[in-house]
C-alpha cells in the first residue's frame, strides 16, 4: 500500500514532527519520507483533505461485536469497519458473545476472523467461566492465544476472593485484570441512576455508592496483592476520588469513563428513551463535571466508546425490559473534542494502546504506517446516516459534534473517505 498524505499537521507527542505541517509518504505500509513539497510518485494514492491532521492510530478499549452468536447485531467484518470509519486502528473486543470467550479456541478463533483489515482486533477473554464469577477462566493459555486482558463486561466480580487469586495469578505473566465497578446487591434491579430525575420518572435506581463501594473493594485488594487492574468506565465523582488517591500511593491501576458517561447526563431519560440506558447508568451533572475533570488532570487514563449494538428486539420495548447498551464508536471523536482541546483527545484515544496491548507507535520516518487521518474544523449533526453499525440503537442522534474524522492508513490497509 502506498500512499502521499499532503499537508497534515501531526498531533503526536511521542513524534520529534510534533505540531508539524507536513506530507507523509508511505510506501509499503511504511513511513518512508517526512517532509515539505514531495511530490505525487507512481503507484501512490494522493490524499488531500481541508484542515487534515493526522496522529497515531486510536485504540478504543471496550467494544461489543456479536460474532460469535449474535450476529444479527454485529458481524466481526463490520464492526472492524465501524471502527476504521470512526478513527480507531485498534479495538479490544469485550467477551459478551456466545459462547463467551473463555478458552483459547473462543480467543483464536476471533483473531483470525479479524485478520486483514486496517483495524487490527485485540480479545479481552472471560475473567471467569461463561462469566459467571465462580471460577477463573483458563486465563494464561487465553493470553498465549492473543488475549490482552481479562474481564467479564459489565459483570461484577461478586467474589472478592476471586479478584485475590487473579491479581495474584496474572503477575505470572503480567497479565491486566478488569473489574466491572458495581455492587450488585445495592444496584439491585436499578434501570437508572438513582437521585431526582429517578424519582420523578418513577424507575428504579442504581445509587452511585453501588459503584464507589466496588472501586473501593478492589483498590483494597489490589494494594494487598499487586498486579495490573483496569476499573473500566466508570461513572462517578466518588470513584475519580478514589481512583486518584490510589494512583498517588503507587497502585498499578488504570480506568476509563464511556464517552455517553461524559456527555450527558441523567436527565435524559425524562422521555424513556431506551438509547440512553446504559451501564453504569448516565449520573448527575456533578458527576459529569468531576468525570471531565479526571480526564484533564490525567486520573482517567481513557476514553472509551464502550460500543455494544443490540438488536431492536432488545431496545423497542418497555424500558423497564430493554437492555442496557448503546452505539458510540461513530461519535465518539466528535463527542469528546466538543470538551477537551484536540492534543487531550487524541491522548485519550491512544493511551488505551500503551496498557493494553503493550504495543508502542509513534509518526517517524521507517516505523510502519499505524495513523488516524482527521479535522478538528466544523460541526455536525449526528444523524442516522452517520451509523455504520449493523444496529441502530445510538444515543447521540442529534447531538451536536466537532470535527470528523477522514480514516485510517494501518495494517498495509488504506480506509480512507
Same mark, same amino acid.
Given at each position: 500500500?502506498?500512499?502521499l498524505?499532503? $499537508?497534515?499537521?501531526i498531533?503526536d +507527542? %511521542?513524534s520529534?514532527?510534533?505540531g !508539524? @505541517?507536513v506530507?507523509?509518504r &508511505?510506501?509499503?505500509?511504511?513511513?518512508r519520507l517526512?517532509?515539505?513539497?514531495?511530490?505525487?510518485?507512481k503507484?501512490?494514492?494522493l490524499?488531500e483533505k481541508?484542515h487534515?491532521?493526522?496522529?497515531?492510530?486510536?485504540?478504543d478499549?471496550?467494544?461489543?461485536?456479536?460474532?460469535?452468536?449474535?450476529?444479527?447485531?454485529?458481524?466481526?467484518?463490520?464492526?472492524?469497519a465501524v471502527?476504521?470509519?470512526?478513527g480507531?486502528?485498534?479495538?479490544a473486543?469485550?467477551?459478551?458473545?456466545?459462547?463467551i470467550?473463555d478458552?483459547? $479456541?473462543?480467543?483464536?478463533?476471533? +483473531? %483470525?476472523?479479524g485478520?486483514?483489515y !486496517? @483495524?487490527r482486533?485485540?480479545? &479481552?477473554?472471560a475473567?471467569?467461566?461463561?462469566s459467571?464469577s465462580?471460577?477463573?477462566a483458563?486465563?494464561y493459555?487465553m493470553q498465549?492465544s492473543?488475549?490482552?486482558a481479562?474481564?467479564?463486561?459489565?459483570?461484577?466480580?461478586?467474589?472478592p476472593n476471586?479478584?485475590k487469586?487473579?491479581?495474584?495469578?496474572?503477575?505470572g505473566?503480567n497479565?491486566?485484570?478488569?473489574s466491572f465497578?458495581?455492587?450488585n446487591?445495592?444496584a439491585?434491579?436499578?434501570?437508572?441512576?438513582?437521585?431526582?430525575?429517578?424519582?420523578?420518572?418513577?424507575?428504579?435506581?442504581?445509587?452511585a455508592?453501588?459503584e464507589?463501594?466496588?472501586? !473501593?473493594?478492589?483498590l483494597h485488594?489490589?494494594?494487598?496483592?499487586g498486579?495490573?487492574?483496569?476499573?473500566?468506565t466508570?461513572?462517578t465523582?466518588a470513584?475519580?476520588?478514589?481512583?486518584?488517591?490510589?494512583?498517588?500511593?503507587?497502585?498499578?491501576?488504570s480506568?476509563?469513563?464511556?464517552?455517553h458517561?461524559?456527555?450527558?447526563?441523567d436527565?435524559?431519560?425524562e422521555?424513556?428513551?431506551?438509547?440512553y440506558?446504559?451501564?453504569?447508568?448516565?449520573?448527575t451533572?456533578e458527576?459529569v463535571?468531576?468525570l471531565?475533570?479526571?480526564?484533564k488532570d490525567?486520573?482517567?487514563?481513557?476514553v472509551?466508546?464502550d460500543?455494544n449494538?443490540?438488536?431492536i428486539?432488545?431496545?423497542?420495548?418497555?424500558?423497564?425490559?430493554?437492555a442496557?447498551?448503546t452505539i458510540s464508536?461513530?461519535?465518539?471523536f466528535?463527542?469528546l473534542?466538543?470538551?477537551?482541546?484536540e492534543?487531550?483527545?487524541i491522548?485519550?484515544?491512544?493511551?488505551g494502546?500503551?496498557?493494553f496491548?503493550?504495543e508502542?507507535i509513534t509518526?517517524?520516518?521507517?516505523?510502519?504506517?499505524?495513523l488516524t487521518?482527521?479535522?478538528?474544523k466544523?460541526?455536525?449533526?449526528?444523524?442516522e446516516?452517520?451509523?455504520?453499525s449493523k444496529?441502530?440503537n445510538?444515543?447521540?442522534?442529534g447531538?451536536k459534534?466537532?470535527?470528523n474524522?477522514?480514516?485510517?492508513?494501518?495494517?498495509?490497509k488504506?480506509?480512507?473517505?
Amino acid at each position: 500500500m502506498n500512499a502521499l498524505i499532503k $499537508a497534515a499537521t501531526i498531533i503526536d +507527542s %511521542k513524534s520529534s514532527h510534533h505540531g !508539524a @505541517t507536513v506530507d507523509i509518504r &508511505i510506501t509499503n505500509g511504511k513511513i518512508r519520507l517526512i517532509g515539505q513539497n514531495l511530490s505525487l510518485e507512481k503507484g501512490e494514492q494522493l490524499i488531500e483533505k481541508e484542515h487534515l491532521f493526522v496522529s497515531q492510530g486510536w485504540f478504543d478499549s471496550s467494544v461489543s461485536i456479536g460474532q460469535p452468536g449474535y450476529e444479527e447485531r454485529e458481524t466481526i467484518e463490520n464492526g472492524l469497519a465501524v471502527a476504521a470509519k470512526s478513527g480507531f486502528t485498534g479495538i479490544a473486543i469485550n467477551p459478551n458473545t456466545y459462547p463467551i470467550l473463555d478458552t483459547s $479456541a473462543d480467543i483464536t478463533f476471533v +483473531s %483470525k476472523m479479524g485478520e486483514g483489515y !486496517a @483495524t487490527r482486533l485485540f480479545p &479481552i477473554g472471560a475473567l471467569t467461566r461463561n462469566s459467571e464469577s465462580v471460577d477463573l477462566a483458563e486465563l494464561y493459555d487465553m493470553q498465549q492465544s492473543g488475549a490482552v486482558a481479562f474481564g467479564d463486561y459489565q459483570r461484577a466480580i461478586t467474589n472478592p476472593n476471586l479478584l485475590k487469586i487473579a491479581l495474584q495469578y496474572t503477575q505470572g505473566f503480567n497479565g491486566l485484570v478488569l473489574s466491572f465497578p458495581q455492587e450488585n446487591k445495592i444496584a439491585g434491579p436499578g434501570k437508572m441512576n438513582e437521585g431526582v430525575v429517578s424519582t420523578r420518572i418513577g424507575l428504579k435506581g442504581i445509587p452511585a455508592i453501588a459503584e464507589s463501594l466496588q472501586v !473501593a473493594r478492589d483498590l483494597h485488594i489490589l494494594a494487598y496483592t499487586g498486579g495490573k487492574l483496569h476499573i473500566p468506565t466508570i461513572s462517578t465523582a466518588a470513584s475519580v476520588a478514589l481512583i486518584k488517591e490510589a494512583k498517588d500511593k503507587g497502585l498499578d491501576v488504570s480506568c476509563s469513563v464511556a464517552i455517553h458517561n461524559l456527555f450527558y447526563t441523567d436527565s435524559a431519560l425524562e422521555e424513556f428513551n431506551t438509547n440512553y440506558k446504559v451501564l453504569p447508568p448516565l449520573r448527575t451533572q456533578e458527576d459529569v463535571d468531576a468525570l471531565i475533570a479526571g480526564i484533564k488532570d490525567g486520573t482517567i487514563d481513557m476514553v472509551t466508546s464502550d460500543h455494544n449494538p443490540l438488536d431492536i428486539e432488545r431496545k423497542h420495548v418497555e424500558f423497564d425490559n430493554a437492555a442496557f447498551g448503546t452505539i458510540s464508536q461513530e461519535a465518539t471523536f466528535g463527542a469528546l473534542l466538543t470538551l477537551v482541546s484536540e492534543k487531550k483527545a487524541i491522548q485519550l484515544l491512544t493511551n488505551g494502546r500503551d496498557r493494553f496491548t503493550q504495543e508502542s507507535i509513534t509518526i517517524e520516518e521507517g516505523t510502519e504506517a499505524n495513523l488516524t487521518l482527521f479535522t478538528t474544523k466544523g460541526t455536525t449533526v449526528f444523524s442516522e446516516e452517520d451509523i455504520v453499525s449493523k444496529s441502530k440503537n445510538a444515543c447521540f442522534l442529534g447531538a451536536k459534534l466537532k470535527g470528523n474524522v477522514y480514516g485510517v492508513i494501518a495494517n498495509q490497509k488504506l480506509a480512507i473517505r
